[in-house]
C-alpha cells in the first residue's frame, strides 16, 4: 500500500529556475523525511520536520510541514546541476520505522 | 567509519531460483530495513528487524524473508524468483528509535537483482 504520493514524478527544468516538489498523504504522520538519491546509490537524508506547519531551510531548499502532518512540499530556488536525482518523502508512521512516497526524479539542465 | 554495505551488488539468477542478498549495517546501529526499489521510483518496505527480531513487514508475499544476525547483519532471501523480483533491493540502517528522527536511515548502495 503507497501511503505518500508525490508529484510530480517527473521534473526537467533549466538552471536557475525554482521549482516545488509536493507529497502528500491521507494518513497523519508523526514526522516526515526528505531524502535524495543519486544513480547508484542509496538515498541520503535531507531533512526531517515534526512539527505541524514547520518551515526548514537548508540553503537553497526549503521544506515545510503541514499543518495536519498529511503533507509536505520541498521548493528549490534557482536549482543548479548538482540537485538533479530522486527526492523521496518518508513518513514515520508508528515506531521507527517509516514508508517512503512514489518519488520525484529531477534533472537541471545545464 | 565504514557505512552500510551490501553485497553482491549485482546479481542475475533465473526464474524459479533462489536470491540471497546480504547487508552489514553502520556499527551500533541494530535496526536493519528492506526495501524494494523498482524502475527507479519509490521504495516498497519489505522487512525490518532490530536486535535480531521481525519487527514488521511489508505487503510482500512468503517468499521474501530474511533474517538478522547476533552482530546485527541481514540476510534476504527470495524464493521461487518471478521476472518481476528484477529491482534493486537497498537496505538501510539506524540507530534507536528516538535517534531516527535527527539521523534518519543511512541506505546501503544496493544490490540490483535482475530475474531472467
Known amino acids: 500500500t503507497q501511503l505518500l504520493k508525490q508529484s510530480p514524478q517527473f521534473l526537467s527544468i533549466q538552471e536557475g529556475e525554482n521549482l516545488t516538489v509536493y507529497c502528500n498523504s491521507s494518513?497523519?504522520?508523526?514526522?516526515l523525511q526528505w531524502y535524495r538519491q543519486e544513480p547508484g546509490e542509496g538515498p541520503v537524508l535531507l531533512v526531517t520536520?515534526?512539527?505541524?506547519?514547520e518551515v526548514k531551510k537548508l540553503k537553497r531548499l526549503t521544506f515545510q510541514f503541514g499543518d495536519a502532518r498529511k503533507d509536505s512540499s520541498l521548493h528549490i530556488t534557482a536549482a543548479q546541476p548538482g540537485d538533479t536525482g530522486l527526492y523521496l518523502c518518508a513518513g514515520q508512521n508508528t515506531g521507527n520505522q517509516f514508508y517512503f512516497g512514489t518519488g520525484t526524479s529531477l534533472t537541471v539542465i545545464p | 567509519e565504514a557505512g552500510v554495505t551490501q553485497s553482491p551488488t549485482h546479481l542475475i539468477k533465473t526464474r524459479g531460483q533462489q536470491a540471497t542478498l546480504r547487508c552489514s549495517p553502520i556499527?551500533?546501529?541494530?535496526?536493519v530495513y528492506w526495501y524494494q526499489q523498482a524502475l527507479g521510483l519509490g521504495l516498497q518496505f519489505l522487512l525490518w528487524y532490530d536486535e535480531g527480531e521481525e519487527r514488521n513487514r511489508g505487503n510482500f508475499p512468503p517468499r521474501f524473508s530474511g533474517r538478522q544476525f547476533p552482530n546485527y547483519s541481514s540476510e534476504l532471501n527470495v524464493n521461487a524468483l518471478e521476472l518481476e523480483d528484477s529491482a534493486l533491493y537497498l537496505c538501510?540502517?539506524?540507530?534507536?528509535?528516538?535517534?531516527?528522527?535527527?539521523?534518519?536511515?543511512?541506505f546501503g548502495s544496493g544490490t540490483r537483482l535482475t530475474v531472467v
Open positions: 538501510a540502517s539506524s540507530l534507536a528509535t528516538a535517534r531516527v528522527l535527527r539521523y534518519g536511515y543511512t
Open positions: 494518513s497523519v504522520f508523526s514526522s
Open positions: 520536520v515534526v512539527t505541524g506547519g
Open positions: 556499527s551500533g546501529h541494530t535496526s
